[in-house]
């Protein structure tokens, strides 16, 4: 994995220098730290969160980022920052003339979630020309600049069917809950899948569902099947698993394992509902946004960078179940607590070419 190195730069970009800075990476706007301050922390940095669009997941991603913006705001790194929410329906063309209007306001880092990968690639550089730190999230980028962080759709697809597998003893009948067919992270997500259940020829596939990553849609789709199905010993995939024990509840029908979201909602109903059956949570993280914000600071600093950052999703067990029913809100999303050491023995790892690993609990 190449890492280049990001410096600021303090005088004015010629349009020469900003093609160059285009191939090299991303880099700051001047004025705030020196390529020689090199060790130096940043201070009175300016922030900025463009997100494509609003759904729960990104409300609780929204709310870490301004909570941890919040402290670096404290200690003097952050000056200022803002979160600016594109209007409309995820539409890429508003998300690029938002971008553009926050360009204008001289951020030293703009922090990005792309209603489109494809789409926004323009904007995303010109950003990176204008001399801004620009940081991707939650969305695979091909991009000539700009640091991604993100959780990776196939690993998400093995998080979602690999402990439904070992809660059945490798062996029985599964549903596959599938997600928004179509998407590029939907298909990353089950192409896993169908290579790890290639793996296990004990495991017979008797149905799939479109259940776009919703429980109330996941538990539609089972009601109009499950007359016709045999005994369901797990149905694994794109979260859901609330809509999906209902059904079966609703038939008089034992609960197979399930996959929950990680919402306070959600995971109070799975407590509540008294399932031990090796059912499980997971889902791409909303902390995601906190490990982003260290990268940044550490591309501020001068430090080699990698041009993607891909860090583990969170899974919630059984034994962690009590934990995040008392520590979340109803409509919170579970969030590994990122921070700005864990942050850098991520980027060592990924920099030595070894697993990253999530902070633990703080029990």
């Known amino acids: 994995m190449k890492f280049p190195t990001i410096r600021r730069t303090l005088t004015a970009i010629t349009a020469v220098a900003a093609a160059a800075l285009v191939l090299a990476g991303c880099s700051s706007s001047p004025g705030t730290q020196t390529a020689g301050a090199g060790e130096d922390d940043p201070k ?8 494509g669009f609003v759904n729960g997941w990104r409300l609780t991603l929204i ?7 919040e402290k ?13 929410n594109a209007p409309g329906e995820n539409s890429a063309t508003e998300q690029a003339s938002q971008i553009r209007s926050l360009m204008l306001k001289n951020p030293d880092v703009l922090m990005v979630i792309p209603a489109s990968s494809s789409a926004l690639k323009p904007v995303i550089e010109e950003a990176c020309t204008a001399g801004i730190n620009v940081i991707i999230l939650d969305a695979d980028m ?24 070992e809660a ?21 997500f089950h192409a896993r899948q169908q290579e790890i259940l290639a793996e296990h020829p004990d495991v017979k596939v008797v149905a799939e569902i479109n259940g776009f990553c919703d429980s109330a849609t996941a538990q539609k789709e089972i009601v109009g099947i499950l007359g016709s199905l ?37 995971l109070k109903f799975w407590k509540d509902s008294g399932i031990d059956n090796g059912s499980f949570a997971a889902l791409t993280d909303p902390g995601q946004v906190v490990a982003a914000l260290y990268v940044a600071l550490a591309k501020e600093r001068g430090e080699d960078v990698p041009t993607e950052v891909v860090l583990p999703l969170v899974q ?25 050491s864990s942050i850098e ?19």
Do not use: H
């Open 44 to 51: 009175g940095l300016k922030i900025a969160l463009s997100n």
């Open 168 to 188: 059945i003893s490798g062996k029985g009948n599964v549903v596959i809950n599938r997600g928004v067919v179509g998407s590029q992270p939907e298909e990353a």
């Open 63 to 69: 709310d870490k980022f301004e909570t941890e913006a």
């Open 142 to 165: 091909d991009t000539s600049c700009g640091t991604v962080v993100r959780n990776e759709y196939g690993q998400w697809g093995a998080d979602s069917l690999e402990p439904a597998l």
């Open 72 to 84: 670096l705001k404290s200690d003097g790194t952050v000056s200022e920052f803002s979160v600016v």
């Open 230 to 266: 045999p005994e369901v010993d797990a149905v694994p995939g794109c979260i859901g698993g609330m809509g999906v024990v209902q059904a079966f509840e609703s038939a008089g029908r034992e609960a197979p394992v399930v996959v929950f979201d990680t919402d306070g909602k959600s």
């Open 316 to 340: 919630v067990a059984q034994a962690d179940l009590d934990y995040w029913v008392d520590a979340l809100g109803t409509d919170e999303y579970a969030a590994i607590a990122w921070d700005e």
């Open 345 to 363: 023995a991520a980027l060592s790892a990924i920099a030595a070419g070894e697993p990253v690993e999530a902070p633990a609990l703080k029990k």
